[in-house]
C-alpha cells in the first residue's frame, strides 16, 4: 500500500519555498511537498551549503528535531533535519525538512552547529542513538544513555531490546 | 563494601579559586536531572547539563508497539502533560492512516489538553514558590490542582494518565455535568488567581528574586531554538495553537502573552497569564462543541501508508512534536519526539554562565525544565 497522490493546492509560501529551491539546482532534491511541510534530500557534501541557504534565503532560524533512520536494507542511515522558522514572514506554520543519507558502516556528517547553534544537543543526540558523527562539533560525549553504556547505538536495527524476541 | 562512586559526582576543586559542585541527581527540582557548575566564589563561571538520568528508550518501544499500544507507554514521558504528549503522535498517526477525526472528538482534545496546561503550570508553580522560600506559594496550587486533576478524571477517568487522545478521536465522551462542575471551578479558579498575583507575584521577594535575573535576549533565544513560555518571555509571540492552529484553535479567542524583559520573571509571568487563557479556551469549548461521535472507526491493527508525518501541538511547557516514518505495517518504523523541555535544556548553561549561585534554583525552575519528558 502506497500514498494515494492527492491534488492539493499549495499556498504561497510553500511555492516560494519550492520556486527559491530550484536556485540550489541538483544539489537540493525535493522528496515531497504538502501545505506545511516540506521535504528535501541533499547529499553530505552540500548539506553545510543548503543550511546556509535554508537560513539566509529561506528565513529558516531554528532547528526543531533531528532524526536519525537507520535503513538496514539499504546500508544507509537518513539523518532529518527539521527546521522551523520564528522571523519569517508567514513562514511560522511550514516545516521545512532537510534528509542526508550516509552510509552506515562509516557514518559521518558536517556538524550545522555553525550556522544553526540550536542543532547542538539534538546532533549530539543523534551521535550516540545511531553513531552518526558530526565533524565539526565541539563536545560528542555521552548524553542520554548511561555512562557505561557499552553495545551499539540503541536505535540502530540491529539492537534489539532484552527480552524481546527476533520475531516481535 | 563501599560503593563505587564517579570522580565527577564530588565537588572537587578545579583551580586554586574555583570549585566544581555536583547539583542533582536526586531531584533538583521534580524528577532526576544532573549538572555540575563551577563556581568562583558565588559566580558561576560554567555550567554542564548531565541528563539522561530517566532515559527509558521510549522512542525504541515504539517499534515493537502498535500505534495503540505506544499511547500508555509515551504518556509516562511527561506525567504533568499527558494529554499534550500524546496528541501529536495521535495526529501524526491519523495523518498516516488517513483518516479524519469527528469535530467533537476535537473539541474533547482541546478541553482535556488545556486542561493539563492548567494542571502542569500549577505543579510548577508550587515547585517555583518553594524554590523561592515561600511555602504557601507551594502549597495553594499543589492544591488547587487537585481539582484540575478532578475534572480531568471525569472525562478520562484516571487521576494522571488518561490515554485520552488516541488514535481515531477520544475514548470516550465527557459526561453530561462536566459543564456544570468546570464552569463553577473556573468561577473559583478565576479568584483564586487574584490571590496568587497579590501573595506570590507581587511579592516584594519574588520581584527581587526574579527581576532582570536570568535574562535571554530575544535574538538568542530564536537562534538557540528555546519553545514555548522560555521564547514568549523573551518578546517573541509564538506559540503553535496561532502558528500552526490544529483543532479548532482558529476558531478560539483568547491571547498569546509575551514579556520584552526575557528575564525569570518574564518566565513566570508567562505561566500566570497562561492559566487564565486556558479557562477561557475551555469555555468556549464548552458553549461551541456539536454533539456527535467521537472516535472514527479503526481496526486495533489499523495499517498505515509508507511515508512520513511531523505532527505539532503546543504543550504545556511549549512545542512538542512527533516525527513518524511508517514502512506501511501496523507498527511504526521510527518515531522520534521533538520535547520541549529537551529543547529548553539548551537555555540552562547560557542562563547560569555568569549568575550568582542563589540565582540558580530560581532560573534553573523557570525554565519549566521535566527531566522525564527531556530523556523520554
Known sequence: MSAAPVKVELPAEEKAILDSLTKLGDKAKVVFSKPNRIKISVFADNLVEVAKFVRDELRFDQCANVTGTDFPKEKQLEITFHFNSIDGAGLRRIIVAVACRVPSSAPELPSLIEIFPSVNYHERETTEMLGCIFKGHPNLSRFLLPEDW??????????????RLESE | MSL??????????????????????????????????????DEIVDAVPDPGYVHRGAEKQTEYRTYLQSIPMLERSSLTDVTNIIMPFSMAAEELMGIEIPPRAKYLRMIMGENQRIISHLYWMGIQGIFLGHSTAFMWPLGDRDIFVDLGQMIGGARITYSYAIPGGVRNDMPDDFKDRAIKVFNYFEKRLVDYERIFFQNPLFLKRTQGVGVLPRNEAISLGVVGQVLRASSVKSDVRIDEPYNFYKDMDF?????????TWARCMVHLVEMRQSMRIIRQCLDKMPQGPVRAKLSPQQRTVVG?????????RGAMSFHIISDGSTKPYRVKISVPSFRNLIALPRLLIGSHVADMPAIYWSLDYWPVEADR
Open chain 1, 150 to 163: 557499552n553495545d551499539i547505538p540503541p536505535m540502530l536495527k540491529a539492537y534489539r531490546l532484552p527480552g
Open chain 2, 255 to 263: 491571547e498569546v502573552p509575551t514579556y520584552e524583559t526575557g528575564d
Open chain 2, 308 to 316: 512520513e508525518a511531523y505532527s505539532r501541538v503546543e504543550g504545556a
Open chain 2, 4 to 41: 563505587p562512586v564517579g570522580s565527577g559526582m564530588l565537588t572537587q576543586a578545579v583551580a586554586d579559586d574555583k570549585l566544581t559542585v555536583s547539583i542533582g541527581p536526586q531531584h533538583p527540582g521534580a524528577g532526576h536531572f544532573r549538572f555540575t557548575i563551577t563556581v568562583e566564589g
